[in-house]
Nanobody, 123 residues
């Protein structure tokens, strides 16, 4: 079992930056692949980025490559999403998710979710 709590969302102008943080409870954080998803109003929840359990391998959806960076600190049970060059289309609720094993990009593969944090990018 793992509990996830996101923070760091807010309102930012286009071109700005935000850093989202996801704090995980439990002593087996390093056993979980971690991911970020987002859900815009009226749309489905979609994959943004993921990071593997221990070797730090990262994965991104095409629309955020070169702008977003996912990282984790297993000693602090934390995963971060650094978002630079934000665009209005990045506006969404961002969710942290965890699953045992390898990172995947479909929501159904993740059993553990945070409550979400709102990111709003103004033009």
């Amino acid at each position: 079992q793992v509990q996830l709590v996101e923070s760091g969302g807010g309102l930012v102008q286009a071109g700005g930056s935000l850093r989202l943080s996801c704090a995980a409870s439990g002593r087996t954080f390093s056993s979980y692949a971690m991911a970020w998803f987002r859900q815009a109003p009226g749309k489905e929840r979609v994959f943004v980025a993921a990071i593997s359990r221990s070797d730090g391998r990262t994965y991104y959806t095409d629309s955020v490559k070169g702008r977003f960076t996912v990282s984790r600190d297993n000693a602090k049970n934390t995963v971060l999403l650094q978002m630079n060059g934000l665009k209005p289309e990045d506006t969404a609720v961002y969710y942290c998710a965890a699953r045992p094993g390898v990172p995947l990009s479909n929501t159904d593969s993740y059993a553990y979710w945070g409550q979400g944090t709102q990111v709003t990018v103004s033009s």
